[in-house]
């Protein structure tokens, strides 16, 4: 079946403006993750949703950060306010409980 | 919070030479996955493996969960394998913990 999808592929914007990420997970699975990388770096852990409910937000930089999953499946990440500093790889990830996740291909944003 | 490491962060192989790639983790874990990412930043599973030896193909693993180290092993290295090796592990919450990565490079 197919994997974890993610939208668009590449994004630039500039400085100040909003941008919005789109998931969508593997058909059936329940929990959605979303990770950051920069370069050189392994993927860090932003939030996660079990069904429609952010069960961990922890990892959220600050409020400029927000995401949501209103049906339990397709997830947006948002970011208002862009800055320089939240240019990186953005990853969505799928499981069917807590088991193994599986990675989409990511979001490269890019803030001018 | 949990801490990993990855051993070593750089590795350039010829082909057809084996190697073996560590993770230690500093704390108990659920769950250990060990993924390749290509040139083109896409994360693959490779294991997913708490515990116990898994073997697929060219690419084995091992982890001691009591010792809290895992180990990965690539015989017969082939330039498709080049990429950054990531290992991550759970803890006691749902999200995953990467490591550094070990980037590996095989010349034909």
């Known amino acids: 079946g197919a994997g974890v999808s993610q939208t668009p592929s590449n994004k630039v914007t500039e400085k100040g403006k909003y941008v919005e990420l789109r998931c969508d997970p593997i058909s059936g699975h329940t929990a959605l993750y979303w990770y950051r990388q920069s370069l050189g770096q392994g993927p860090e852990f932003l939030i996660y949703f079990q069904g429609t409910g952010a069960a961990d937000d922890s990892g959220l930089p600050n409020d400029r950060f927000f995401a949501v999953r209103p049906e339990g499946s397709v997830s947006t990440l948002k970011i208002q306010r862009t800055e320089r500093g939240d240019s990186a790889v953005y990853l969505c990830a799928s499981s069917f409980g807590t088991d193994t996740q599986y990675f989409g291909p990511g979001t490269r944003l890019t803030v001018l | ?108």
């Open chain 2, 1 to 108: 919070g949990i801490q990993v490491e990855q051993s070593p962060p750089d590795l350039i192989l010829q082909e057809g030479a084996n190697s073996t790639l560590r993770c230690n983790f500093s704390d108990s874990v659920n769950n250990l996955q060990w993924f390749h990412q290509n040139p083109w930043g896409q994360l693959i599973n490779l294991f997913y493996i708490p515990s116990g030896t898994k073997q697929n193909g060219r690419l084995s693993a091992t982890t001691v969960a009591t010792e809290r180290y895992s180990l990965l092993y690539i015989s017969s290295s082939q330039t498709t394998d080049s990429g950054v090796y990531f290992c991550a592990v759970r803890g006691g919450s749902e999200k995953l913990v990467f490591g550094k990565g070990t980037k590996l490079t095989v010349n034909p």
